[in-house]
């Protein structure tokens, strides 16, 4: 075959990536294609802060692949037409993907492998590139997807990967193949990115990679819920985007060895579980996967103060305003922040998970609408109806306050775990604190959701 096409998605690098190597091991030339989706933005996907990452990916790709002699080219469209138009162009036989398990990847690669072959091209679309174990590999007996972690983990964690791949050394596009200019943040979404994101692209990707190795891993089982310590890899933005693979991130922590490197492979499985769930029940993504015929309260106001961070409980206001100023949020604060939404205010867990989606940089929909059902006990929790206190959350996870600290400046002032229960200071004080006082009681928010999920009398 003298012309594959590279078509580019969630695997925005060059190491370890099978969708590259395979169309360079197909062709003498390949075209490495990004395509600028129309449909993203049309639903409602294209959010500045995951604008901002993919052009600082796009641009880096397109630099790295430049240094090996090749380009990346970009059209911006629907995938489908476009692909097919630069296939028609190059002469390409064949278009190489990554398998992804969205509802809208689905039906892309669909569409795209039906168009192609009725142009006379094939699709060949490769797995364990978005996931470290491909979702379909892992099936229990009479079953099409595993509902429960656990038995999940135990079968993900005898899995065999595949190996590990170095970047191309050289990449040879044809002649002639016209390209758009790299976009910027601006021309792929609206709107202003939060003040504190992180850097995009794979070579900063890998030099956090490499700095979590070398500092961070072997803590990890220790600190990955200190709330202060700021323990976590923070690599999730890098592998939505596919600029770091999730089987060499699999690899590297096993050949680390030890309790936080276990931990570490735990949480990537975890992603893992997700997608294969997703690619098993697309429909999850906003429908209960596991119905408690909950009936969420309206309450927009209460709504409006959890987004702002402005609930009077400290530790949700400060994971909400880290969120707004980071575009990233750790994850134990993702989790109780999530609760406080769907167990103590009682509001519809989709309210939340497109709070989420809006400003996450790794905003993944697997990842983020299942870990919001998780919470909401709609999903594949054994224990649908636990709570998450924020108060017992504060003084676990955040002891001396640090973290509450960092994020409401209007507290900073309060000594111990103080900070935690502002509303218990003399009448004066608070005041003078300028902060809100508790959107509801918690004693009587749990007392609601117990009647709510038929758990009293």
């Known amino acids: 075959m003298d012309v594959s096409i590279a078509l580019f998605t969630s695997d925005l690098r060059l190491h370890d990536n099978p969708v590259l190597g395979g169309a360079l091991r197909a062709a003498r030339r390949t075209v490495p294609l990004f395509v600028v989706d129309s449909g993203v933005a049309a639903a409602g996907f294209a959010v500045p802060n995951r604008a901002a990452f993919l052009a600082d990916a796009l641009a880096g790709l397109d630099e790295a692949l430049r240094e090996r002699g090749g380009r990346l080219v970009i059209r911006r469209g629907d995938v489908v037409e476009e692909t097919c138009r630069v296939a028609a162009e190059a002469g390409a036989g064949e278009v190489h993907l990554a398998g992804d398990v969205s509802g809208f990847a689905q039906r892309r690669e669909?569409?795209?492998?039906?168009?192609?072959?009725?142009?006379?091209?094939?699709?060949?679309?490769?797995?364990?590139?978005?996931?470290?174990?491909?979702?379909?590999?892992?099936?229990?007996?009479?079953k099409d997807h595993f509902a429960v972690f656990t038995p999940y983990f135990r079968r993900w964690s005898a899995e065999s990967l595949r190996t590990v791949t170095p970047p191309p050394r050289a990449v040879h596009v044809p002649p002639g193949v016209r390209s758009e200019p790299l976009p910027d943040a601006g021309s792929l979404a609206r709107g202003r990115p939060s003040p504190a994101l992180p850097e995009g692209g794979e070579r900063e990707g890998r030099r956090r990679l490499e700095a979590w190795r070398r500092d961070g891993l072997a803590g990890y089982a220790d600190r990955?819920?200190?709330?202060?310590?700021?323990?976590?890899?923070?690599l999730s933005p890098y592998l939505h985007f596919g600029c770091l693979s999730p089987v060499e991130l699999v690899t590297r922590a096993r050949q680390a060895g030890g309790e936080g490197a276990e931990a570490f492979v735990r949480q990537l499985a975890w992603r893992d579980f997700h997608h294969q769930l997703l690619a098993a029940r697309p429909r999850a993504a906003a429908h209960d996967y596991r119905t408690r015929h909950d009936r969420w309260r309206e309450a927009p106001e209460e709504l409006a103060a959890w987004r702002a961070g402005r609930t009077g409980y400290?530790?949700?206001?400060?994971?909400?305003?880290?969120?707004?100023?980071?575009?990233?949020?750790?994850?134990?604060?993702?989790?109780?922040?999530?609760?406080?939404?769907?167990?103590?205010?009682?509001?519809?867990?989709?309210?939340?998970?497109?709070?989420?989606?809006?400003?996450?940089?790794?905003?993944?929909?697997a990842n983020n609408q299942l870990n919001w059902q998780w919470v909401a006990g709609t999903g594949s929790d054994t224990r649908p109806n636990r709570v998450l206190s924020p108060l017992a959350q504060a003084r676990r996870f955040d002891p001396s306050g640090a973290?509450?600290?960092r994020w409401v400046p209007e507290l900073a002032g309060l000594e111990g775990r103080?900070?935690?229960?502002?509303?218990?200071?003399?009448?004066?004080?608070?005041?003078?604190?300028?902060?809100?006082?508790?959107?509801?009681?918690?004693?009587?928010?749990?007392?609601?959701?117990?009647?709510?999920?038929?758990?009293?009398?």
Do not use: C, I
């Open 224 to 234: 990955h819920d200190d709330l202060p310590g700021d323990a976590t890899s923070r």
């Open 418 to 457: 103080a900070v935690h229960e502002p509303w218990r200071l003399p009448d004066r004080e608070r005041r003078r604190l300028a902060y809100p006082e508790p959107v509801v009681d918690l004693t009587d928010a749990l007392a609601r959701f117990r009647r709510a999920r038929g758990l009293e009398g």
């Open 314 to 365: 400290p530790v949700v206001d400060a994971a909400m305003r880290q969120l707004a100023h980071e575009g990233w949020m750790h994850n134990r604060a993702r989790l109780l922040a999530a609760s406080f939404l769907t167990k103590t205010l009682y509001l519809d867990w989709r309210a939340g998970a497109r709070h989420y989606l809006d400003l996450l940089v790794d905003g993944d929909v």
């Open 110 to 142: 669909e569409r795209l492998r039906a168009a192609l072959e009725a142009d006379g091209r094939g699709l060949r679309v490769h797995d364990a590139v978005v996931t470290a174990v491909a979702p379909g590999a892992l099936v229990p007996a009479g």
């Open 403 to 405: 973290y509450v600290r």
